[in-house]
């Protein structure tokens, strides 16, 4: 049987029933994904996704696996041998374990290093029984806009009502509210990327976010008590912080995972917050969310506009004993010197270990240390051995095992070597490669990353302390702001 459907029947939530029992049966032959920007139907809107589906009987079970194809435009795409590649029911639940809905990917490269990072990295949430939660976390959307507006009040009511402006929002003493913080008002390891005032949105200037003192500021306002009930129950290691990463994204922008640490206070439902962990272990994830190759997992796993939460929950994250400790500790001192640039962190800081003042904001520092931490964890997600090749091991039902021969020669068709695997990811990325391009004549980022790379890699073969690029090193009390008085 053949039907034109949306895409959504095999990627959204609210079919993947459907789509499970189609893959389970061996019952789904193809599915072929379009785009309708080249008006294949007329009187559609052209970001209608559709797709045309095949599928079969018991009689001719689908045994060698489904052919995809995403992201056609016409017809003679489909003629294109590297769009198609081949999904069986187990893939689908080595990728997606949680929601068995279908990964979406542009080729057949990323189909085949898709899988070979899942095979090594685990989810970050496999839902049981029994449940794997190597972080011991959850997560939450504290204030939903939609439904929670009676809440939210403006700053003129309040100081209408005698309350006066604080650090934070507004307190009489017994009465404290505080600023609502939105998704749209941070970047990545970065609460202080926009402010809001009067209806007006605009982005913080160089000269705002190197003044520890400047904060933004936001639409609304909402009083503590609540806060403090959505929080009622929850485990929290760590309290003067969240860890929220951005909702609305799409994965043609230039980076779709967008993460930071934020002051502890009122978070809309535009940032999926990270309830549970240390604050030291806040640092380790924000930087895995950050990450290139922690973005490119996540691009795979959704064709939405917003990232559904379970989407969040199975993106492969390294577990947190299989860090080497040196590596621990090198990612962490970046994460803080990233994200600690204002006042507003300093018990966060403090929680973490760092009891220094905020670090100063350098934009080429920040880019150095970008870089250090991709190729950090281009090296966890993409281990290689002394000769640069893959690595002879993956996971399979909860256990490390050999590759088998069949497994090793498919990955060294496409990826000869983990390198190759670092600069075609880097490669998934467009628009940060015009950018660089347009502002330093290269693809800087892709350049640098590859060359740490590099070095970590001859650090691992020679068994000798991997020697940073930055003086001073990250989070170094040199590259900070004076201490204030006590």
Sequence with gaps: MGCIVPSGIATDDTTKFFFQHMMDGRRLVSLYDFENRRKLFPGIDSRIKFCLLTLTGHGRPALEGSDFVFFALEVADLREEEKHFTLTPEEIALINPNTRTCPIFRTKRDA????????RVPVLIKEGPPEENPWGIEFLRMFDVSNASELFVVR???????LR????GYSDGKLNYHW???GRLGHQFNHRYATERDGLLRELSLEELADPDCEVNTQYLISASEVHARLSGRVLRCRSAFLGHRRVARNTDERTSIACVMPSGPIANSWILTLGPSAADTLLLCAAY??????YCLRNATSQPSIPQSTSMQVPV???GSIHPLLEHLTTQIAIELSFTSWALSEFAREAGYG??????DEERRFLLRCELDAAFFHLYLPATPDGRWRHARIGDGAVRDETPEELAELSRHFPASRDAVAYIMDTFPIV???DEEGFGEYRTKRVVLEIYDEMQRAIDTGLPYQTRLDPPPADPRVAHRARDA
Excluded: C, Q
């Design 165 to 168: 402006p604080t650090k934070t």
């Design 156 to 162: 003129d009511a309040l100081e209408g009502e005698g």
């Design 112 to 119: 085949e290093l898709t899988k070979a990072i899942y095979r």
């Design 433 to 435: 490669r015009r950018h």
């Design 356 to 361: 220094t003042a905020p670090y100063r904001w």
């Design 180 to 182: 609502m913080y939105e």
């Design 318 to 320: 390294p577990s947190r």
């Design 290 to 295: 950050n990450s290139f190759v922690y973005d």
